[in-house]
């Protein structure tokens, strides 16, 4: 039997963990695309060679069909409204379930420096002591604030409401958090269900 | 056998004990759940213990917070009113979370000598997630309890409290709304802008061809502002106009009437044609604009709406302005019969008309020449439709006409080109001319032509020729067309 087409390529079986949400289009909500970009952001501020980890994750994980080198998954992270070159583009539920496992994956490998980082602060709050008491966790900071201004539109109203450094400082440390949660066992799929609250009909 | 399956971390240490399923086999899953506890060492020194209840509450309670963690979205709780679950996790202050257990059990009526306090436990981000990442394990095992498996929901759209009421997210566009009816409304009120010409303000500098009859202008007496179709304004503009220097040169003047009269007759709608003649008094600055008038008459008054008058009037808008320039009056004429005759008005004091003599324009338009020859001669020729066609014809009648006119010249150049178009019938006769130049307009008086004139209503077959008094004193006539070939 002749074949007039080559096959479907099938996306990776460890996508079937992540459920297509009920959503009323296929594409990521808006909500959703902010936090996947600032997630894998807060992962480049604590790691020097986070992206080419992303890259080197995806290879791993056998996503590189979805997430296509690098060029593609900076058109995916600039689907962020954010952004200061942000792409009109919707990103696709495929690309975003990887996109989640990849975070996933880097985010268990980070765990200890998350951790050391977070009760780090929760001592530094206790204190009351400013956050440049933690040496670690101050370069975390810096190194947040310099990646996000550079690449955020900073006449977008998302962006505004970041001005200042305390601000940028409270955001750091809740994405901070939100790698931690989803570090798990089921941090994956706890991620992937957390992006559509209240997007869901 | 009773089996015990422990998962722990750091900051928690989750212990389920149950009969096994499977005697003989150590990895089979928990047929019956006896206890769970739940050590949260560094948290608490309690230990929470409970049933399979517990466990779900626990399980619940641990994912719904998870969830609202990771997006910030608060999940409403399922009915609100109801007896609060058995396990709550709610955010405290700081970065720090409270895990609620109610020690009360279920079955037991709630009075004043049993109650007990819910158990609440401060716990930080890292002490949560260790007990997360237990129940995570727990729901990920599958040879535990495989009926218990992780059930992540998002929270629907129509849960979703909205960030801000419905009260406040409508106050903006009802401000909005509000303000564009009141401006709307004030708007109303308001009448339209009167768009008013401007004129660029003319220097007394034209002083070199205008004799300033009155140079020194009363600075109050400039001219009203207001709307130029009113009479009275327009009067008032008049009565300050007196004042202002006079435009004295006659062919300044002349070429004024003309101009004048013409942009008035193409104005005038003459509908209806006025019963009487209606006669205005107009004071015209240098530019041909109309400062000002007034009405000669009562009817000329009450008709003033069907003259082009108000239309035409410019009243300039900076009123405290002084009237610097100079200007001309002309008593105007609207005829019944249709006509707009212009005269020029001489100022008191004015001695400068007699400068040119006889050359200061009396009479219409229509008559211009000052020694009152009949008007069909001097005025502008009508069309040529019976033209002579012969060359030979028109060569004689050039010759003709040259030596009439050489015949009759008096004296010597008069300084300036004059040039005329002057007709004559194949008899040699002259029918009519017509000026062509200003300063032919003004000193036609001075040329023969006038005598010349001797057969005003020839029916004959005519030609028109060019005549032309040069500086030099030098006569010119040529065919009007060309010569012939």
Request: aromatic share 4%; glycine share 6%; with cysteine.
């Amino acid at each position: 039997m002749s074949v007039d087409s080559p096959p479907v390529p099938q996306p990776p079986l460890m996508l079937d963990a992540l459920t297509t949400p009920d959503l009323p289009t296929d594409e990521c909500p808006r909500r959703a695309r902010i936090q996947i970009d600032l997630l894998l952001l807060a992962i480049e501020a604590l790691d020097l060679g986070g992206s080419e980890a992303m890259l080197a994750a995806s290879r791993e994980l056998a996503l590189d069909s979805l997430v296509r080198g690098r060029v593609h998954l900076w058109l995916l992270r600039s689907t962020n409204p954010m952004r200061r070159y942000s792409q009109r583009r919707p990103m696709p539920l495929d690309e975003a379930k990887a996109l989640v496992v990849i975070i996933a994956n880097l985010a268990r490998r980070l765990t200890v420096v998350v951790r050391q980082l977070l009760l780090g602060h929760q001592q530094l709050m206790d204190k009351q002591l400013s956050l440049d008491h933690h040496f670690r966790l101050a370069d975390y900071l810096a190194r947040f604030r310099s990646h996000f201004r550079a690449r955020m539109n900073p006449r977008r109203a998302g962006v505004i409401a970041y001005s200042t450094d305390e601000r940028l400082n409270e955001l750091a440390i809740q994405l901070l958090e939100q790698l931690l949660l989803c570090s798990g066992v089921l941090g994956a799929q706890r991620l992937w269900s957390s992006l559509f609250d209240g997007e869901v009909s | 056998m009773t089996i015990q399956r422990q998962y722990t971390l750091p900051h928690c240490n989750l212990v389920l004990q149950g009969l096994s399923a499977n005697d003989s086999d150590p990895m089979s899953p928990l047929s019956v759940l006896m206890n769970v506890e739940c050590h949260l060492p560094g948290a608490t020194d309690a230990t929470l213990t409970g049933g399979r209840e517990f466990l779900d509450s626990l399980v619940a309670a641990v994912n719904r917070y998870g969830q609202q963690l990771l997006s910030g979205v608060v999940r409403p709780a399922v009915t609100p009113g109801a007896q609060p679950p058995m396990v709550e996790v709610k955010p405290g202050d700081g970065n720090y979370h409270h895990l609620v257990v109610q020690q009360q059990p279920l079955n037991q009526p709630v009075n004043d000598t049993n109650a007990l306090a819910p158990l609440d436990i401060k716990l930080t981000t890292v002490q949560f997630y260790d007990l997360m990442e237990a129940v995570d394990q727990l729901l990920a095992d599958t040879q535990t309890l495989p009926d218990l498996t992780a059930q992540f929901q998002a929270v629907p759209r129509r849960l979703v409290k909205p960030a801000e009421p419905m009260a406040k997210r409508a106050a903006p566009a009802a401000i909005g709304a509000a303000a564009l009816a009141a401006t709307g409304l004030m708007l109303f009120f308001v009448p339209p802008p009167v768009v008013e010409p401007t004129r660029p303000e003319q220097e007394a500098s034209n002083a070199g061809e205008t004799d300033a009859v009155d140079p020194v202008v009363n600075g109050a007496a400039g001219t009203l502002p207001g709307d130029g179709a009113d009479p009275v304004a327009a009067e008032a503009a008049v009565d300050q106009l007196d004042t202002a220097p006079a435009i004295t040169d006659s062919e300044a003047l002349t070429l004024l009437q003309q101009e004048l009269t013409s942009r008035l007759q193409a104005a005038w709608e003459q509908d209806p044609l006025p019963s009487e003649d209606l006669t205005y008094r107009l004071v015209v600055s240098e530019d041909s604009d109309i400062l000002g008038y007034k009405y000669q008459d009562e009817a000329a008054l009450a008709a003033v709406d069907t003259t082009p008058l108000p239309q035409l009037t410019f009243l300039p808008v900076a009123g405290a302005e002084p009237v610097r320039e100079a200007v001309a009056q002309f008593m105007v004429t609207f005829t019944a019969a249709g006509d707009v005759v212009a005269d020029p008005v001489e100022m008191a004091g004015d001695d400068a008309t007699a400068s040119n003599g006889t050359a200061n324009p009396v009479g219409t338009t229509n008559a211009g020449t000052p020694r009152g020859t009949t008007t069909g001669a001097a005025g502008p020729l009508p069309a040529l439709d019976n033209r002579i066609s012969e060359g030979d014809r028109i060569r004689q009648l050039n010759t003709t006409l040259r030596n009439r006119i050489v015949d009759n010249v008096e004296g010597p150049s008069t300084g300036e080109s004059m040039s005329f178009r002057v007709r004559l019938d194949r008899n040699g006769d002259v029918v009519g001319y017509e000026a062509t130049n200003p300063a032919a307009r003004r000193r036609v008086a001075e040329t023969p032509l006038p005598d010349l004139v001797s057969a005003p209503n020839s029916r004959l077959e005519q030609a028109d020729f060019l005549v032309v008094f040069t500086e030099t004193g030098v006569l010119q006539v040529s065919p009007w067309d060309g010569w012939p070939q």
